[in-house]
């Protein structure tokens, strides 16, 4: 296979060895060749070149102060140093400053220059290949993340319909009339809105990390509560929160967090359990804040505590999405925060969290 | 009974929306009278034809996000322009909080409520 030609630019102001130059490479690499360095630079304007050999010693210009002059405006062509003597200020100035691949002493060996010429555009392929895998992945992640963005918003609206067409069926109390179906449709839909709440929420924590925000958990857990007893009112909730000095994080994050928590702590209750009750305590202080939120429902085998936040992981017997704690924990790495769980069959779960405050 | 309003305009693009939601509407008795829209620009032909006659326009405005053409947020830049102004409600299936902030930021928005429609969301709403 024929490999393309390279494209080399060298820069001396002797003519003799630009000449020299041609002489030995034109049969491997497209040449360009110029007197000085503001030649140079005329060629670089209008070729893509991948390799550029400049001579150190040359009027007005020297080799290191024209790779200095180009690291902004041409920063990917690689760039080696051709020196007529031991200057060792000249190569540690070239190699601090120039960004130089490599030097190479006058008068230079035509093997010695061939393989450093290869080399260099060997890392010069690196470099452009490796910058085009980037940005490919950083489309396609965007693109993916647009993707479940659009399908969630695009399948939950006429799944809101269903649930509008059972709300209306309740209304005009035909919800019964047709043993348990209409029940069952409402199950499976209220299921489904959950997956594509809990999707969106993956997708929006897989976003950056939002601008601190003041958090009032005093405000945040009775909102919370509501949301989410809306539809268990069976549930005691003891509430206490020592919040002195304020708050500053992720506002979203948080609610996604503590949102899924108190969810799971209703949820998960035992449905012989006559006094269900779920217990929150929030302690806020200038470093962090300190929230412990305990249940007395069905608990968590001690085999799966390790597990309980990996992504689609759930227990046999009472199935959710597998995505919540997932959620809960890819959230708080984001921000820092730490999760620790306590369980037992008999007692119920203690999940502690604590969250840096940004202040 | 408190007199309640008289007349809601209800600007959505789905066809199936509209019709529960006139229906939960109806049942739910929050109207004497409904208006159906089928876009924005539907409704803003509506608004300007009865100016001269404001018994004849809505009391109340409920208000979707998502309309191919005109959107919710782009009916409310031409809204804001009509001098004879109601309130408006936004009804949307969106959890985005972009268009929850957006929509609630809004002069004329006095609320977003969300999809499934809760009669009893919308009652609290209008007596307010």
């Not at chain 1, 012989?272 to 007395?296: F, G, H, M, W, Y």
């Not at chain 2, 049942?27 to 620009?41: P, V």
Request: net charge negative; with cysteine; glycine share 4%.
């Amino acid at each position: 296979m024929k490999t393309p030609a390279v494209r080399v630019l060298y820069i001396d102001d002797e003519e003799n060895n630009l000449q020299a130059f041609k002489a030995s490479f034109r049969r491997q690499y497209e040449i360009y060749t110029a007197i000085s360095a503001a030649e140079g630079l005329k060629i670089l304007q209008n070729v893509d070149i991948q390799v550029i050999i400049a001579d150190q010693k040359m009027p007005n210009t020297t080799g290191v102060e024209f790779f200095k002059s180009i690291t902004q405006t041409y920063p990917d062509p690689i760039r080696i140093l051709l020196t007529g003597y031991t200057d060792i200020e000249a190569l540690a100035d070239a190699i601090n400053h120039g960004d130089i691949y490599r030097y190479i002493t006058k008068p230079w060996n035509d093997l010695e220059l061939h393989n450093s010429i290869k080399n260099a555009y060997d890392a010069y392929r690196s470099k452009i290949d490796l910058r085009n895998k980037m940005a490919e992945l950083e489309k396609t992640n965007d693109e993916l993340n647009r993707f479940i963005y659009s399908i969630s918003h695009e399948l939950r609206a006429p799944l809101v319909s269903v649930i509008g067409i059972v709300n209306l069926v309740k209304m005009e109390g035909l919800y019964h009339s047709s043993g348990d179906y209409w029940e069952l449709i409402e199950t499976c839909s209220s299921k489904l809105d959950y997956y594509i709440q809990k999707t969106l929420q993956y997708y929006k924590n897989n976003k950056n990390v939002a601008e601190p925000t003041v958090v009032d958990f005093d405000q945040l857990i009775k909102d919370l509560i509501e949301m989410y007893a809306h539809s268990n009112k069976e549930t005691q909730f003891t509430v206490s929160i020592d919040q002195s000095v304020p708050f500053k994080g992720d506002l979203f994050r948080i609610e996604v967090i503590l949102g899924n928590l108190i969810s799971n702590a209703i949820k998960y209750q035992k449905v012989s359990e006559p006094n269900k009750k779920v217990n929150i305590e929030v302690e806020v202080n200038r470093e962090q804040a300190q929230i412990n939120i305990s249940d007395n429902g069905m608990g968590i085998l001690n085999e799966h505590l390790e597990k309980i936040f990996t992504q689609f992981f759930k227990s046999k017997v009472h199935h959710g999405s597998g995505l919540g704690l997932f959620i809960v924990k890819e959230a708080l790495n984001r921000i820092d925060g730490r999760i620790a769980v306590s369980s037992d069959i008999d007692h119920g779960t203690t999940f502690k969290i604590t969250i840096p405050n940004a202040k | 009974m408190q007199s309640r309003p008289k007349k809601l305009m209800l600007i959505d693009d789905n066809e199936i929306d509209l019709k529960i939601n006139a229906k939960l509407i109806n049942l739910a008795n929050l109207f004497q009278e409904i208006i159906i829209c089928r876009s924005g620009e539907e409704a803003l032909d509506f608004l300007n034809k009865y100016l001269s006659t404001p018994e004849l326009l809505p009391d109340f405005i409920l208000l979707d996000i998502q309309m191919p053409e005109m959107d919710g947020f782009e009916f409310l830049e031409h809204y804001k322009d009509f001098p004879e102004k109601r309130p408006v409600a936004m009804l949307s299936s969106t959890l985005d909080f972009g268009d929850i902030k957006r929509a609630e930021a809004n002069p004329y928005v006095i609320k977003l409520l969300k999809k499934p429609l809760s009669p009893s969301e919308l009652e609290v709403l209008i007596s307010r």
